[in-house]
């Protein structure tokens, strides 16, 4: 691949703020960070928003409206990508009694709820998590029922919104075939490959080309890993025809004990395709090729 794409993770929603003060927090924190990384380089920003006081991920339309109006009235252009992982989180009470469940970490809403803040804004892309999991340690499940995907998947394509399929292992590849199959997601597909997520494809090389030899042809796709190795994986995707993501959800560190911010990484990752004499799409060329809709 000659030509591709940096998409920007500017702040997720797990318990980073405590670990880097580069961390956004505030709607006007995260908007000017998705504002930096795309002066830097990136083609899309990948958006969650937090609680402003306790600094935890939240479904709040508001601070969503905030930083979307922040970005989309910056003098940059950039492919706004709105997270829709929010709402199907389950966490049991304990090992020994699972039932009733914990109300601290739970957060568990219907569809349309969990795309609300889709609805209101008309997003480019917004993500879709196409499976179930084991998600980090304790007693925490991501859950994604197929009867949830596919109701959120038709809502997607009903608003003009383009999917972009999160896969964490391949299992979720084949529950997103079956949606692309059953037409409740409309082409061009857009995918990202997620490695070295508790418990998910662990970031080895033989599971990541597993998970890119079941990426069909005709689809777009992406990935990263978490941590240390998300660099590592900027040279990865080049190598095997994806386009790249980075950005402070996934990893806090440029280097070892330094600190990044989201421009610094998009910064680094473009300088790895450059070296790989690999070309970067602006936010235009990511839109037709995409046939994605630009809302105002």
Known sequence: MSSVFITCAVTGSGNTVDKSDKVPVTPEQIAAECIAAAKAGAAIVHIHVRDPITGMGSRDVALYTEVVDRVRSADVDVVINLTSGMGGDLTLGS??????LAEVGTDMVGATERLEHIAAL????????????NFGEGDYIMTNSTAMLRAMSRQISDLGVRAEIEAFDTGHLWQAKSLVDEGLIAGPVMVQLCMGVPWGAPPDINTFMAMVNNVPDDWT?????????????????AIAGGNIRVGLEDNLYL???QLATNADLVTR?????DRLGVSIKGPDEVRADLSLTKHS
């Open 269 to 273: 990752a473009v300088e790895i395709r």
């Open 255 to 257: 280097g070892r004990g």
């Open 95 to 100: 090992a020994e009694r699972p039932l009733p």
């Open 122 to 133: 008309r997003p480019e892309i917004c993500t879709l998590d196409c499976g179930t999991m």
């Open 221 to 237: 796709w992406s990935a990263f890993s978490l941590g240390r190795r998300q660099m590592e994986y900027v040279a990865l995707a």
